[in-house]
């Protein structure tokens, strides 16, 4: 089993730059990939980014050039999330694929808002 926790989320203004963290912890492989997904209210959870263990980065059209996936170790994954809009408000889940099996944090919200 894998958990994952997430952590950085909040309000934040129009432009501002939080980062979102996740730390993994359980029956880790260095085999993987981890990823940020979101979900708004009313709309269905959507990919923001993933990387793989091997440092393969992909990102969803509306936040590249924005947001910044990255890791520091088989663990740790990390969102920079720059020049925040609106409608970037969302709870945002971590997630983590090895052998086959997805696994999810609990979600974090994210409020973009003035």
């Known amino acids: 089993q894998v958990q994952l926790m997430e952590s950085g989320g909040g309000w934040v203004q129009p432009g501002g730059s939080p980062r979102l963290s996740c730390a993994a912890s359980g029956t880790i492989f260095s085999i993987y990939t981890m990823g940020w997904y979101r979900q708004a209210p009313g709309k269905q959870r959507e990919l923001v980014a993933v990387?793989?263990?091997?440092?393969?980065r992909n990102y969803a059209y509306s936040v590249k050039g924005r947001f910044t996936i990255s890791r520091d170790d088989v663990k740790n994954t990390y969102l920079q999330m720059d020049s925040l809009k609106p409608e970037d408000t969302a709870v945002y889940y971590c997630?983590?694929?090895?052998?086959?099996?997805?696994?999810w944090g609990q979600g974090i919200q994210v409020t973009v808002s003035s």
């Open positions: 990387i793989t263990n091997g440092g393969f």
């Open positions: 997630n983590r694929r090895q052998s086959e099996k997805d696994y």
